[in-house]
């Protein structure tokens, strides 16, 4: 079993940053996979960012392109989404997970999940 603990939501202003936390404990942190996701209000959970083992390879969504970057530290057994340049859009409750191998942005085969960090951006 994998515990994932996110932490750094709050509020902040558009145009303001916050650099998402997530930490891992439990198995062996060598996951092929971890990712983010969010979700707003009335919508779907959507994919945000992913990161192989390494943390070389990165896939970002269009929607958070140039603006959010995923990071890990493996030595500390972690997971990172700093976020720049926030819009109001942005508001969600952010999760992390993590995945037995590369899976990319399919989020349904992810295996674990963190409980969630709110993010809100007032305009």
């Known amino acids: 079993q994998v515990q994932l603990v996110e932490s750094g939501g709050g509020l902040v202003q558009a145009g303001g940053s916050l650099r998402l936390s997530c930490a891992a404990s439990?198995?062996?942190?060598?996951?092929?996979?971890m990712g983010w996701f969010r979700q707003a209000p009335g919508k779907e959970r959507e994919f945000v960012a992913a990161l192989t083992a390494t943390g070389l390879n990165t896939d970002h969504a269009d929607s958070v392109k140039g603006r959010f970057t995923i990071s890990r530290d493996n030595a500390k057994n972690m997971v990172f989404l700093q976020m720049n340049s926030l819009k109001p859009e942005d508001t969600a409750v952010y999760y992390c997970a993590a995945a037995n191998r590369w899976v990319g942005r399919a989020q349904y085969e992810y295996d674990y999940w963190g409980q969630g960090t709110q993010v809100t951006v007032s305009s």
């Open positions: 439990g198995r062996t942190f060598s996951r092929p996979a």
